[in-house]
């Protein structure tokens, strides 16, 4: 009886310990993959929006319209934290 009482609060043991270094490695992959992941993405919209300022700069765009609106964009990707060089049309 003691001994599968002790065998019992072991097994329990062993699994709380194995439930928390899996839920800690899980945890260690998520953060690091998504850190990863946010910063690819930042990086891609950064140069996204380098080249759109690019274009708007060398008057590639003939239409104001379409000016105006890459304006638009461009402002209110700046006000949402992609700040880059500012571009004058």
Do not use: P
């Not at 329990?12 to 990863?36: C, R, W």
């Not at 080249?51 to 638009?72: F, G, P, R, V």
């Amino acid at each position: 009886m003691l001994y599968t009482t002790i065998a019992k609060f072991w097994r329990l043991f062993v699994e709380i310990i194995a439930m928390f270094s899996v839920a800690f490695t899980v945890y260690q992959f998520a953060f690091n993959d998504g850190k990863q992941m946010v910063m690819a993405s930042m990086s891609s919209a950064s140069h996204d929006l380098s080249m759109l300022e690019q274009t708007l700069s060398n008057d590639q765009i003939a239409s104001a319209d379409l000016k105006l609106a890459l304006s638009k964009i461009i402002s209110s990707l700046e006000e949402t934290g992609m700040q880059q060089t500012s571009c004058t049309l």
